[in-house]
């Protein structure tokens, strides 16, 4: 059997670019007709670790960390939806909307990649978050996202208490960070090879194409 193609997602879901990127990988891999022979695994990155339990307004952020001005903001938010329109992902900006400490997140993905659920959970997360609006860094929110894709809730949220799966999912984000990752989405390509930002369908089209030829 021919080797298949690892894909890691160096990712945050409080990131729009990181689910453009995915959607833009995801149809450069289905144009392709590569669906069964790519395993993708969803690697954390904190974009904002030190902000608080109650989040803090997504503009006010922008805008203080990179020094945008709210008509940048304005603008970016008009991008990034009519990409999303474009590759089937629904963006519902809002003016009161936050971002999050995503420590929590991590954990569950990290337990989800147990029970083989990581991918469906992270794309149910970036759905909650930026099509429905919803709080991601409330227990009752995240309960009800493992809950929708099947997994047991119980179990899942007790992973957020422990203290080895928090150490687990600190030097897997370190790991990452020591090799160069700072910026999100950064998608890695077997190990050898990667890109960072939410690149083009034709770039990871022609990446992909010549990772194929090879195995």
Request: charged share 25%.
């Amino acid at each position: 059997m021919k080797n298949r193609i690892k894909i890691d997602i160096v990712s945050d879901v409080v990131c729009p670019w990181c689910i453009v990127g995915y959607k833009r990988l995801e149809k450069a891999i289905n144009d392709l007709g590569l669906q069964d022979s790519i395993d993708i695994e969803w690697q954390p990155f904190q974009l904002n670790p030190y902000v608080g339990e109650d989040g803090e307004n997504l503009f006010n952020h922008i805008m203080k960390k990179y020094g945008n001005t709210r008509e940048d903001n304005v603008r970016m938010r008009e991008n990034l939806t009519g990409f999303g329109e474009e590759l089937g992902f629904v963006f519902q900006f809002f003016d009161e909307m936050k971002t999050y400490n995503t420590q929590n997140v991590h954990q569950l993905l990290d337990y989800a990649k147990t029970r083989n659920s990581q991918h469906d959970l992270a794309m149910r997360l970036f759905s909650a978050y930026f099509t429905e609006k919803q709080d991601i860094s409330s227990r009752d929110v995240l309960a009800s996202q493992l809950k929708a894709v099947g997994l047991n809730v119980a179990e899942g949220m007790a992973h957020l208490d422990d203290d080895i799966a928090r150490e687990r999912v600190e030097q897997d984000q370190s790991y990452w960070r020591e090799l160069g990752v700072s910026s999100v989405p950064t998608i890695v390509f077997n190990r050898e090879s990667a890109v960072s930002g939410a690149q083009p369908v034709e770039v990871l089209t022609q990446i992909l194409s010549e990772l194929h030829a090879r195995r």
